[in-house]
């Protein structure tokens, strides 16, 4: 008896546009005494009952997702995989690795007045050795340098800074100028192309 006056009430109330009695029971619980109530006694609009009951569950699952307290669980070893499976990656380097780059400009060479000098990096210069002297790339790197006006290149390494006149790029030492076929015109015009370390 007092469970038909309950879903009396609740079919009134929710005909009427009221649902805070919705909040005591279950969602599914509540649509099927709903509709069993009014295929039984009640003469209200089945569109308005469904209606309201739709936003209902609507809002009630809404209100779900926030108050939920779950909180997923992740396992211990959550990275077992990784640590079984061989990835193969390579080894860490211990050299610091340049990308490639290219760069092109006017290079310049010098030899004799400074042949026996101390370098930028604290060697004594030799002009015989393929090195080049560079404004900002570090010491050690080896940098291609191509000679655009006859094709040759040489592979050059950076120990020494400058050039310090406009416009060029690169310094070459006499050996590596010599390569090139740069002696006798003292410049020409290179594209830079940079292989690391």
């Known amino acids: 008896m007092m469970k038909k006056n309950s879903l009396g009430l609740i079919t009134t109330l929710v005909a009427l546009g009221t649902t805070s009695l919705f909040s005591y029971f279950t969602p599914r619980a509540t649509a099927a005494n709903l509709r ?3 295929n039984s006694k009640q003469n209200v609009s089945q569109a ?5 009951l739709s936003s209902h569950l609507k809002s009630r699952s809404n209100k779900n997702l926030f108050k939920s307290n779950h909180k997923p669980k992740f396992s ?3 990275f077992s995989l990784t640590n ?8 860490p380097s211990s050299t610091i690795q340049i990308a490639q780059a290219v760069a092109s400009g006017e290079a310049s060479w010098y030899g004799p007045g400074f042949n026996g000098r101390t370098t930028a990096n604290g060697e004594v210069f030799n ?10 790339l570090p010491f050690g790197t080896k940098v291609k340098v191509t000679n655009m006006n006859n094709g040759r290149s040489v592979v050059v390494r950076i120990n020494d800074r400058g050039p310090y006149a406009g416009g060029r790029i690169i310094d070459l030492s006499a050996a590596a100028a010599r390569i090139l076929g740069v002696i006798t015109s003292g410049v020409a015009p290179v594209q830079l192309e940079i292989l690391g370390r």
């Open 127 to 136: 002009q015989n050795e393929l090195t080049a002297a560079h404004p900002n």
């Open 36 to 38: 069993k109530s009014l």
């Open 48 to 52: 308005i009952v469904d209606r309201k």
């Open 76 to 78: 211990k070893n959550i």
């Open 84 to 91: 079984k499976t061989n990835l193969n990656l390579p080894k």
